[in-house]
Each structure stands twice: as C-alpha cells, then as structure tokens.
C-alpha cells in the first residue's frame, strides 16, 4: 500500500503522517529540531500561552529553524484554565500562524484545564470554548477525557477531531482508558486523536491498532534519554500500528490452533 493513499483528513486540511509532536520539555533546541524532523510529523504544536508571540523574539528561535512549508502549525491553549482565557489564547495562535506565513491556519489544540495536579480537562469549559471557537471559524481539536459522550457533543457542535486522553499529560502511564477510547472511536465521524499519557511506541502501537486515527505526544519524545532516536521510533510504530488495523487482525482464541493442520497429510 502507497503511503500517500491512506491520509488523515482535519477539517479542510489533508496530512499524510498520523503523529503530531509538541514542543516543550526538550532539554535543547536542537533536540526538538532534530526529533521533529526524524519524526516525519507533519503537525507540530505549541503552547501559545507560555511563548512570545513575535516570532523575532529569541526565546522561540528554534521555531523559525522549522521548514514551515513541510510543517503545520498547532497552536495550543495549554495553561488555559477558563474558557475564556482558552478562546483568548487561540486568536493569538492564529497570529503567530500567520507570522509563520500560515495565514489561514485557523487550527487550535483546545484545552481548558483548572485541576493543577493531575491536569485533567475541564469537560464544560472545553465544551463551552469549543462551540464558541468553531462558530467563529476555528478547526477545534479539543483534548478531553476519555468520555464517549463529551465526544459526541464536541463533535456535534462541528470540533474537527475528538482527543480524549491515554492517561494524564506527561505521567507516562499509557493507555489506561482503552475501553472508553474504543467507543469514542466506535461513535466518531472524525479523526480520533490519542493524546497525552503516551510512554513508548508500543502506546502508540496499541492506539493505532484499536483503529485510532493519529496519535499526538510530546513528553515521551522530549524526556527520552535520545530523543531523536525515540522521534524515529515513533514514527514506525504509528505506521506500523495503521497498517495493522488496515489489514485485519486474526481474531483471538482460546485454544491453540496449529499453523499446520492435521489434514491432507500424505503419509
């Protein structure tokens, strides 16, 4: 199967990788420069509320090191933790898309988030900033809980992908929440991003192979003792665990089953 027959379509916008990078926590800027590009991720995304948004400032150097033209920008509310300062913090994304000469980037990793400690979503403030945002012409991709039906009202209300979490951000726990993510992925009519929790690549494996249409991390990247090497590992197990669900798995059995059957045997 040819790679670019099989592409993730969010909103108007068509990518032919299915892992999406962040940006922070990399101990270097080279680090995230070089692990970006090993990754072959098309998406990248950054936290607005914790950068300048002029891309001359030197805090965000690295940012203009990017191929911009290979590259997609999404900008990202982390930090938010009320709707409004969430709907705030995504038109200045949009500014700094277009300071990256992505005038109609109009793309924003929704997040709203109040519980300090375990840094799970807030489900009313996400719903309310969501449906504000995709009124006013934002391709919204809100990052939730695993919760089937949030994911039904998100999707509803026109969010543009549903991306419920594998467990909390940056605790490296995996997937924890496989049976609720199944049945978002089950009901959904748009791309089913994994986000957050993500450990290694048999995480992202196993989302890819439960019919998950992307997988987005960063931590597990960043904190890896090589990044850039764990960047690449990623990259094939995203592909791998796609291919997987495209072709079929056999279904599981309780008894052994031998590769060579005891039939027409010749002798």
Same mark, same amino acid.
């Given at each position: 199967?040819?790679?670019?027959?099989?592409?993730?379509?969010?909103?108007?916008?068509?990518?032919?990788?299915?892992?999406?990078?962040?940006?922070?926590?990399?101990?270097?800027?080279?680090?995230?420069?070089?692990?970006?590009?090993?990754? &072959?991720?098309?998406? =990248?995304?950054?936290?607005?509320?914790?950068? @300048?948004?002029?891309?001359?400032? $030197?805090? +965000?150097?690295? %940012?203009?090191?990017?191929?911009?033209?290979?590259?997609?920008?999404?900008?990202?509310?982390?930090?938010?933790?009320?709707?409004?300062?969430?709907?705030?913090?995504?038109?200045?994304?949009?500014?700094?898309?277009?300071?990256?000469?992505?005038? &109609?980037?109009?793309? =924003?990793?929704?997040?709203?988030?109040?519980? @300090?400690?375990?840094?799970?979503? $807030?489900? +009313?403030?996400? %719903?309310?900033?969501?449906?504000?945002?995709?009124?006013?012409?934002?391709?919204?991709?809100?990052?939730?809980?695993?919760?089937?039906?949030?994911?039904?009202?998100?999707?509803?209300?026109?969010?543009?992908?549903?991306?419920?979490?594998?467990?909390?951000?940056?605790?490296?726990?995996?997937?924890?929440?496989?049976?609720?993510?199944?049945?978002?992925?089950?009901?959904?009519?748009?791309?089913?991003?994994?986000?957050?929790?993500?450990?290694?690549?048999?995480?992202?494996?196993?989302?890819?192979?439960?019919?998950?249409?992307?997988?987005?991390?960063?931590?597990?990247?960043?904190?890896?003792?090589?990044?850039?090497?764990?960047?690449?590992?990623?990259?094939?197990?995203?592909?791998?665990?796609?291919?997987?669900?495209?072709?079929?798995?056999?279904?599981?059995?309780?008894?052994?089953?031998?590769?060579?059957?005891?039939?027409?045997?010749?002798?």
């Amino acid at each position: 199967m040819e790679t670019n027959t099989d592409l993730l379509k969010i909103g108007n916008k068509t990518f032919q990788s299915r892992l999406m990078l962040g940006t922070g926590k990399y101990r270097t800027d080279l680090d995230a420069i070089e692990s970006i590009n090993k990754s &072959e991720c098309e998406i =990248v995304t950054v936290a607005i509320r914790r950068l @300048p948004t002029n891309i001359k400032n $030197d805090k +965000i150097s690295f %940012l203009k090191s990017l191929d911009w033209e290979k590259l997609w920008l999404l900008p990202n509310t982390a930090g938010c933790q009320t709707a409004e300062e969430a709907i705030r913090i995504a038109f200045l994304g949009h500014e700094l898309a277009c300071q990256l000469g992505q005038e &109609e980037n109009f793309f =924003v990793k929704l997040e709203v988030i109040s519980d @300090p400690k375990y840094l799970l979503p $807030d489900p +009313i403030g996400t %719903l309310k900033a969501a449906e504000f945002l995709v009124k006013k012409g934002f391709t919204v991709l809100p990052y939730i809980n695993a919760d089937p039906m949030l994911a039904l009202h998100l999707e509803d209300i026109g969010c543009s992908t549903i991306m419920p979490l594998g467990s909390p951000i940056g605790s490296g726990q995996g997937l924890k929440n496989l049976s609720n993510i199944e049945i978002i992925i089950e009901n959904a009519q748009v791309p089913v991003i994994i986000d957050a929790g993500i450990r290694t690549t048999s995480d992202a494996v196993r989302g890819m192979e439960l019919g998950a249409d992307g997988i987005l991390l960063n931590t597990a990247v960043a904190q890896a003792n090589d990044p850039v090497t764990m960047a690449y590992s990623m990259n094939v197990g995203v592909k791998a665990g796609r291919l997987a669900y495209l072709a079929g798995m056999m279904d599981k059995k309780q008894y052994a089953s031998p590769s060579s059957p005891n039939t027409e045997i010749s002798f």
